[in-house]
Each structure stands twice: as C-alpha cells, then as structure tokens.
C-alpha cells in the first residue's frame, strides 16, 4: 500500500513538474527567412492568445473613459494604422499637436513616438494615449476603475486568463496585450521585398528601379536616414543594437519668432533640454508611405510630392501664416538635407519608387482588422 502511494505521488510530482516546464507553443513571426527578427521584453514574451487579446481591446471603445474612441480611431488599418488628420484629436475633442504615426513594424522601433529617446518599450508607449491628460486621448486618468471593470466582463475573462494564466486583469496586463498586438503589425512583403528580397526581378516597374537608385544616391541621401530593411535608421533587432541617435532637423520650420521650431513643438530638445535638439524628429519608417498622409509630426506636408519638393529645395521657406521663417537656413537643419536638382521625371521615378513600399496584404489582412464581435 505504503509503496503504491509513494509511486503515486512521485508520478504527480512529475506531472506538475512537466506540466510547469511545458511552454506554450513558440510564437510565429510572419517574417519571411533571411529578416531578423524583433526584441521582446522578457518580461512579456509574445503569444497568440495575448495577440488575439490586444486586438480586441485596440478595436474597443470600452478603453476610454466615455466610450467614444478607441486605439483604432486614430490608428486606421487601410491607413497602415496612421489617420487621414493632419493632427489627432481624442476622446473629448482635444487637440493633438502630432500626426498619428502609422502601426508598421513598430516592433522593430528603438525609440517610440516622434521625438523621444528615452521611451523604449511599447508597454511603456501604450500608457500615454490611456492615460495622458495633455492631450487627453482616451482619458482614462480619474476613471480608471469604471474602465477596468468593462474588461472584467463579456468574453474578458476567458481571454485574459488564456493569455495571462497567472495574473489579474489589470491595467499591466491590458497594456501588455495592447503591446503584443502592436509588435504584431510586421509589413514586409510588399513588392520591394518580392523584388529586394525574393528575387523577382520584376516585380517592380523600371521607373521604380530608377526611383530607388535615386533614393539610394549620395546625392539625394534619403537612404543615411531612412536606410535598412526597415527604412528608418532607428531599427533595432536581435542583430542590431543601436547606439546613434536617430534625430534629425530637416529644416521644416525657422520660424522667425524663436528663430527654431514653433515653440509648441521643439521635438527632442523639449526632452533632452539640449539647445541644439532643437527641430530633431525620429526619421520614420517608409513602409507604406503612400498611404499615410498627410506628412511630418505635425501633418503639415500633404502629398507624397510634396514633400520630395521639400527635400529638394533643401527645407522650407514660409512666406505666411504663423511661422513665417526659412527653414532651409536653421542652423542646426542636418547637413544631409542640403537640397538637390530633381527633374519631373526623377520626381515621379522617386514616386514610383516609394509605391512599392506599400504592402497590400498588411493593409487588409483580417488578423489585423477589428475582430467579429466587439462588446
Ligand atoms: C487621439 C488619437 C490617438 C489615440 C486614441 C491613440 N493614439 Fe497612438 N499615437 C497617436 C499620435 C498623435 C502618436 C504620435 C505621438 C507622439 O509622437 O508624441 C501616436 C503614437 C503611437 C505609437 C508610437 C509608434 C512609433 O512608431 O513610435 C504607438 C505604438 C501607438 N501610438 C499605439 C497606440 C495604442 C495601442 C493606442 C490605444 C491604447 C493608441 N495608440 C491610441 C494618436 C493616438
Ligand atoms: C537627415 C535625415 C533625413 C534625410 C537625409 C531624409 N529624411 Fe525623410 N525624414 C527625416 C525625419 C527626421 C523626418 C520627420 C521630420 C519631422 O516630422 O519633422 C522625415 C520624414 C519623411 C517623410 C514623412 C514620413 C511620415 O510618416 O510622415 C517622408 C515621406 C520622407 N521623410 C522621405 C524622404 C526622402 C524621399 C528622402 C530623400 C530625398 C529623405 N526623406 C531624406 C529624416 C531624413
């Protein structure tokens, strides 16, 4: 008898101690061979059933206060997750002074928002629209346990304890499935991949492979800023850690009251308290471009041609309006803006070259689209 129960336990103590040590199924990165993948903080590793769960909640106008938005109000999947505004406006009708930046392969971000070096997670990104009150977005500050207490209702319940099987719904949990959803927003299997990437020769038109040796040229520099497969300097992965800082002045504003940036928005410096921050914003990624207008932190370039008119006049000179100035003559404007000669035909290669970073199957895949039922 003595020696029966003996094996039994010995047998449950093996269960319990294989049933700790078996891992849910590695996650799948939908990241063609030869791409490196992402970091992910130890602290929350990445899992379909927390992936299925941001989802839900990035769809739901349960997560600000009075229930009017969600993340998806201001990030709008045919817009690859960026919004047709030039700047945002959030729950109560505030105004961003910012452009959303588009959702595209931010897992791969360094730094996060448009001028930051010290926000380096997405948990920690996440927080501002939740609970940020200049501007408000979701305004959740002073609310927070009427809106908690939407997510311990409905289908919640079951999907949070499938992705966090030892925590409590909580704003930890929320913002780290929010996090995991949005690392899961990977494009790189647009036609520059087939073509960069995959060996397809023509899946690119002539014009687009004159545009990208533009792009690629010393004497346009695109590439300095936004280079790597990625099309941003501030990438980082498991091969590559970054150690520059990825800030530019491209010399949008000299306006002639601070004789800087509008004193509303004076990018890194408004962090760093470094004088010559001033005007320096993260160099975002190209992928998807096309779709994400209008252009720059503040909106304020509305086509895609336009803004190659503005790199090749070297910055911008305002005549009128609030922030008259010639940007093109900041002082602390990079030395890589510098203008160039750019016939029409350069223009609509250049153009035609950025079209095929659009990436059609990020653009309407339902994994990323709102799920059936949202409560
Ligand atoms: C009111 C509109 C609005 C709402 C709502 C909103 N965002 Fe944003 N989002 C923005 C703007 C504007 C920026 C740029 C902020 C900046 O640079 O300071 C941004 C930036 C981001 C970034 C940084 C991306 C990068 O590449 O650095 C992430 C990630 C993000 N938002 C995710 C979310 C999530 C998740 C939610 C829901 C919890 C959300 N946002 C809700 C407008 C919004
Ligand atoms: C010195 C670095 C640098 C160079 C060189 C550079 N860019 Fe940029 N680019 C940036 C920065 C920084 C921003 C954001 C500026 C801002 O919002 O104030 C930006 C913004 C953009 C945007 C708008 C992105 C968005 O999401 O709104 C496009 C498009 C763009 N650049 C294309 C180009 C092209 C094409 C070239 C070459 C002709 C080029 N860039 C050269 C740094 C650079």
């Known amino acids: 008898m003595k020696i029966y129960s003996l094996i039994l336990i010995a047998c449950l103590l093996l269960i319990i101690a294989c049933g700790k040590d078996a891992k849910p199924p590695e996650y799948q990165w939908p990241i063609m061979a030869g791409f490196p993948k992402p970091q992910v903080p130890a602290d929350n590793p990445m899992s379909e059933a927390k992936v299925m769960l941001g989802r839900k909640i990035f769809y739901d106008n349960a997560l600000?206060?009075?229930q009017t938005q969600s993340c998806a109000s201001c990030h709008q999947q045919a817009f690859a997750?960026?919004?047709s505004r030039h700047t945002s406006t959030g729950a109560t009708g505030q105004a961003h002074r910012r452009n959303a930046l588009a959702l595209v392969n931010v897992a791969y971000n360094?730094?996060?928002?448009?001028?930051?070096?010290?926000?380096t997670s997405i948990e920690q990104q996440v927080l501002i629209p939740m609970f940020g009150e200049a501007p408000i977005e979701l305004g959740i500050t002073q609310h927070e346990e009427t809106v908690l207490n939407r997510f311990k209702q409905g289908d919640y319940p079951a999907l949070f304890s499938a992705a966090f099987p030892d925590e409590s719904i909580s704003f930890v949990t929320i913002s780290q499935a929010l996090a995991s959803f949005v690392r899961s927003l990977i494009s790189l299997d647009a036609p520059f991949d087939q073509y960069a990437y995959q060996g397809e020769d023509t899946a690119i038109s002539e014009a687009a492979i004159r545009g990208m040796n533009l792009f690629f040229s010393e004497k346009l520099e695109c590439h300095h800023c936004h280079g790597g497969f990625n099309f941003t300097q501030s990438t980082s992965h498991e091969r590559q850690i970054l150690d520059r800082r990825p800030f530019h002045n491209t010399g949008l504003y000299f306006t002639d009251s601070?004789?800087?940036?509008?004193?509303?928005?004076?990018?890194?410096?408004?962090?760093?308290e470094i004088m010559r921050d001033n005007g320096r914003f993260r160099a975002p990624t190209l992928r998807n471009i096309e779709v994400t207008a209008p252009y720059m932190h503040d909106g304020s370039i509305t086509t895609l041609g336009e803004v190659l008119d503005f790199y090749a006049a070297g910055g911008r000179s305002l005549m009128q309006g609030e922030f008259v100035g010639d940007g093109r003559k900041n002082p602390l404007k990079s030395p890589f803006v510098r203008g160039f000669e750019m016939t029409e035909q350069d223009k609509q290669d250049l153009l035609a070259f950025l079209a095929t970073l659009t990436d059609q199957t990020f653009l309407t895949n339902p994994k990323f689209g709102p799920p059936e039922q949202v409560k």
């Open 64 to 66: 600000s206060f009075n």
């Open 110 to 119: 360094k730094t996060l928002t448009w001028a930051h070096d010290g926000i």
């Open 81 to 83: 997750f960026a919004e």
């Open 258 to 272: 601070t004789k800087g940036y509008p004193s509303k928005d004076i990018g890194l410096a408004e962090v760093s």
